[in-house]
Nanobody, 115 residues
Framework: QVQLVESGGGLVGAGGSLKLSCVAS????????MGWFRQAPGKQRELVAT???????NYADSVKGRFTISGDNAKNTMYLQMNSLKPEDTAVYYC?????????WGPGTQVTVSS
């Protein structure tokens, strides 16, 4: 089990930027895969971006070129840098940690992008 806490959400205008953080209770290099998901009202939770412990990253087509996932092992923290934000990016963003034995989520942080 790993505890995850997101922060950095808020209200931003279209075209703006936000940087989300996810602090884990475990060293992130011990977690096989970490990622960001989001869920808008009335929609399924969807993948935003993932990173593996060996450094590979993956992005949803909708955010490629705009979002960057990264991690800081010393701080047990994963980040999501979000640029060129669009109203359709509005959602609750969740941190996820998955490895054999657990699949854990943070409580989420709200991102709202105004027109």
């Amino acid at each position: 089990q790993v505890q995850l806490v997101e922060s950095g959400g808020g209200l931003v205008g279209a075209g703006g930027s936000l940087k989300l953080s996810c602090v884990a209770s475990e060293y992130i290099f011990r977690i096989k895969i970490m990622g960001w998901f989001r869920q808008a009202p009335g929609k399924q939770r969807e993948l935003v971006a993932t990173m593996t412990s060996d450094g590979y990253t993956n992005y949803a087509d909708s955010v490629k070129g705009r979002f960057t996932i990264s991690g800081d092992n010393a701080k047990n923290t994963m980040y999501l840098q979000m640029n060129s934000l669009k109203p359709e990016d509005t959602a609750v963003y969740y941190c996820n940690a998955r490895t054999p034995g657990y699949n854990d989520w943070g409580p989420g942080t709200q991102v709202t992008v105004s027109s």
